[in-house]
């Protein structure tokens, strides 16, 4: 296995990523905001006293709110940079390889459950502290649960398709498992997850039994096209860098999350600054931005596939979307399945996710009052995700 390049610990972190950005998008916003307050005049000022002159003192204090929000910007990433949190959970044994790939065996007894994480984060997510571990959880709750880490891409990965992950090492790896199993994928994963269990209900009747999608992208063109239209046009910029390295670099990849939710980061780090930091809910926030500094890049045919087709063709959602020549349709899959579809989503809407849910046939159906990663390593992930998780394989 290729080491990582670099793991987060303190006085050495990098994120928010690419910093230089966030920081800039959050001059920007301020930046825009006091200029329109300056530029206002008497006839359109809307602070106004009860004689009827402009409320001064009004807009004096809603411009300290603007400075002190940006201060409280710098605070945030400073106090999460010296935070003194650093991941020491070891990983389980792994009980198959190929390439950068591994299969991790989290151990316990029951129906086997198959995790397939995003390609373009590491998979630890699920396993991100020893009191936020949706795998070790599920471990003790009569399941036997496996994670597929992708691994960082190395000569062979960067070359690789969507086929290539999907119809090669994902159908390898779920060959080293005993069947029948539940195949369970989170955000981009699930994608990849929902293209495996269709070809093995056609090629191995039997194999996967069902199927789990945790906020899972599918019309990438709802609830706003130009957004997805926005990303897509992206692809002809990053063709540079992706000749240089053959993958899709973190901080671009970053930079392309960053115009689904420009003014996300900045919000939460100013949160950060006021809490608490010997808190759950603080430490949590930290693992969590390790997690997302400690990104992995994408393979540039991967890259552009998801680029152009997904996000430019919306491929997927017209049922256009093939894998090794198979076309993926939900609406064609006999399998239950279960999709979790986190209600304050920024990365995934809601409305995305629910255009596939209403296509599978025997799905059940949770909207936590969760975020992307909060529905799966929040402080409340147990109640709102793990548990309901737990129950519906147990139900099969």
């Not at 809910?281 to 890259?303: I, K, N, T």
Request: aromatic share 8%.
């Amino acid at each position: 296995m290729t080491p990582r390049p670099e793991a987060p610990a303190p006085l050495s972190r990098r994120g928010p990523r690419p910093l230089l950005l966030h920081l800039g998008l959050a001059w920007l916003k301020w930046h825009g905001l006091s200029g329109a307050l300056r530029s206002w005049n008497n006839d359109w000022l809307t602070c106004w006293t009860g004689s009827g002159e402009p409320d001064l003192g009004r807009l004096h204090a809603t411009l300290d709110e603007v400075l002190a929000a940006d201060q409280a910007l710098i605070k945030g990433i400073a106090a999460y940079r010296r935070d003194p949190y650093v991941r020491d959970l070891q990983d389980p044994p792994a009980i198959w390889e190929e390439g950068e790939s591994r299969l991790l065996d989290y151990g316990g007894s029951g129906p086997t459950v198959l995790f397939v994480p995003s390609l373009i984060n590491r998979a630890y997510i699920l396993d991100l502290m020893a009191d936020a571990s949706m795998l070790r959880f599920l471990a003790g709750q009569g399941l036997h649960p496996y994670l597929l880490d992708w691994g960082w891409p190395g000569p062979a990965e960067r070359h690789f398709s969507l086929t290539d992950y999907i119809a090669g090492r994902l159908e390898r790896a779920l060959a080293a498992l005993p069947g029948p199993v539940v195949l369970a994928g989170y955000c981009m994963g699930g994608v990849m997850a929902l293209g495996a269990a269709a070809r093995a209900e056609l090629l191995q009747p039997g194999k996967v039994s069902a199927l789990a999608l945790l906020a899972t992208p599918w019309d990438f063109h709802s609830p706003d096209p130009g957004v997805a239209q926005r990303v897509a046009e992206a692809l002809p910029a990053l063709e540079l860098a992706m000749q240089f390295s053959q993958t899709l670099p973190i901080d671009a990849l970053n930079t392309l999350f960053a115009m689904i939710d420009p003014f996300g980061v900045a919000k939460k780090f100013r949160d950060f600054a006021g809490q608490d930091k010997a808190t759950p809910r603080a430490r949590r926030f930290v693992a969590m931005e390790d997690w997302l500094a400690d990104g992995v890049p994408l393979a540039a045919p991967v890259a552009r596939e998801t680029l152009s087709g997904w996000y430019g063709a919306n491929l997927t959602a017209r049922n256009q979307w093939r894998v090794a020549g198979l076309p993926v349709e939900p609406a064609r899959l006999r399998m239950p399945s279960f999709c979790a579809i986190p209600a304050r989503d920024q990365l995934v809407p809601a409305a995305s996710a629910r255009a596939l849910a209403a296509q599978l046939g025997r799905c059940a159906i949770i909207e936590p009052a969760a975020g992307h990663i909060g529905m799966v390593a929040g402080t409340n992930a147990e109640t709102l995700l793990w548990r309901p998780f737990a129950d519906w394989v147990h139900r099969l």
